[in-house]
């Protein structure tokens, strides 16, 4: 888990995981591609937390999601970074730079 994430954050935004999901499963027949969740984690509040333009945001969006009732995190988070990055799939770009210490 990234350091950046405290646990007090990470059980606030589980929360409001929780909140978007069954949001979503409750809008499913006016919302059928799920545009105001992907709009809450690329966009909004869940991307506040993410911070998707920072090292390890697919790895905080992973931890983030793993209670989620969803089928895959990792594949729900990888597309949510590339719609926060313009579309790329650079993935690599995300990984954390070990210290130079």
Same mark, same amino acid.
């Given at each position: 888990?990234?350091?950046?994430?405290?646990?007090?954050?990470?059980?606030?935004?589980?929360?409001?995981?929780? $909140?978007?999901?069954?949001?979503?499963?409750?809008?499913?027949?006016?919302?059928?591609?799920?545009?105001?969740?992907?709009?809450?984690?690329?966009?909004?509040?869940?991307?506040?937390?993410?911070?998707?333009?920072?090292?390890?945001?697919?790895?905080?969006?992973?931890?983030?999601?793993? +209670?989620?009732?969803?089928?895959?995190?990792?594949?729900?988070?990888?597309?949510?970074?590339?719609?926060?990055?313009?579309?790329?799939? +650079?993935?690599?770009?995300? $990984?954390?730079?070990?210290?130079?210490?």
């Amino acid at each position: 888990m990234s350091a950046t994430v405290s646990l007090r954050t990470r059980a606030l935004f589980a929360t409001h995981a929780i $909140e978007a999901l069954a949001a979503k499963a409750e809008g499913q027949d006016t919302d059928p591609e799920a545009s105001r969740l992907r709009n809450y984690w690329v966009h909004g509040e869940g991307a506040e937390v993410v911070e998707w333009d920072q090292p390890g945001s697919i790895e905080r969006c992973e931890i983030l999601l793993a +209670d989620a009732p969803i089928r895959s995190a990792a594949s729900l988070c990888r597309s949510y970074w590339s719609d926060a990055h313009g579309g790329s799939k +650079d993935y690599w770009k995300d $990984e954390v730079e070990p210290d130079a210490g």
